[in-house]
């Protein structure tokens, strides 16, 4: 599931970067690349960043509740151990 959403977060920044051209430049990076809003390749690509948002609405609980977790962990441990094992001060 980390893959899962590591894929929709790099869609929703490209999907962000997407909107943030529309916005400035009413250029649309998608179309321009597929050729055109309605081209399948487009329409495929909206879809993914769609379903990307759905997933990490779905997801952020789960998320934050991880974050949360490990920042506590280095608040009591005073270390960021990624790998499980005992860090400086532990034993």
């Given amino acids: 599931m980390r893959v899962i959403?590591?894929?929709a977060l790099?869609?929703?920044i490209v999907g962000g970067?997407?909107?943030l051209l529309v916005g400035l430049?009413?250029?649309?990076?998608?179309?321009?690349?597929?050729?055109?809003q309605?081209?399948?390749l487009s329409r495929i690509v909206y879809v993914l960043v769609?379903?990307?948002?759905?997933w990490v609405l779905i997801r952020t609980p789960t998320l934050l509740d991880r974050s949360s977790d490990h920042n506590v962990d280095v608040a009591r441990h005073?270390?960021?151990d990624t790998m499980g094992g005992?860090?400086?001060?532990?034993?």
């Fill in 25 to 36: 430049f009413q250029f649309d990076l998608v179309a321009a690349l597929f050729g055109g």
């Fill in 17 to 19: 970067l997407n909107w």
């Fill in 10 to 12: 790099i869609l929703l």
């Fill in 38 to 40: 309605s081209e399948i």
């Fill in 5 to 7: 959403t590591m894929i």
């Fill in 50 to 54: 769609g379903l990307s948002a759905i």
């Fill in 86 to 91: 005992p860090g400086p001060g532990r034993t």
């Fill in 78 to 80: 005073g270390t960021r």
